[in-house]
């Protein structure tokens, strides 16, 4: 059984930043594609970022770029996104995935995911 939790979300002003970590148990996140993704309320998930769990290449939505960094850090079996310049259309609840798929690569799609964890709340005030 595959479990991830979430951690890090928060209350902050724009421009500001905050760090998502994801603890994962029953999968080692080395041989894992691993995902980020938000939802903002009313509005469908939205892809955030996502590593190749073979190369470690890291793949992110345009609306993150530069901004947003994903990590893995094996010894820990966790990721994480350092999330900068905060803007408050980042404001959003952050899921953090993981999935069982094989091929070397990196995956958007939330239906390309297995497991999700509970979800983290990150608001970002003007």
């Known amino acids: 059984q595959v479990q991830l939790v979430e951690s890090g979300g928060g209350l902050v002003q724009a421009g500001g930043s905050l760090r998502l970590s994801c603890a994962a148990s029953?999968?080692?996140?080395?041989?894992?594609?691993m995902g980020w993704f938000r939802q903002a309320p009313g509005k469908e998930r939205d892809f955030v970022a996502a590593i190749n769990w073979s190369s470690g290449y890291i793949y992110y939505a345009d609306s993150v770029k530069g901004r947003f960094t994903m990590s893995r850090d094996n010894a820990k079996n966790t990721v994480s996104l350092q999330m900068n310049s905060l803007k408050p259309e980042d404001t959003a609840v952050y899921y953090c995935a993981a999935s069982l798929r094989r091929r070397s690569s990196w995956y958007t799609k939330g239906d390309e995911y297995d497991y999700w964890g509970q979800g983290t709340q990150v608001t970002v005030s003007s």
């Open positions: 029953g999968r080692t996140v080395r041989n894992t594609p």
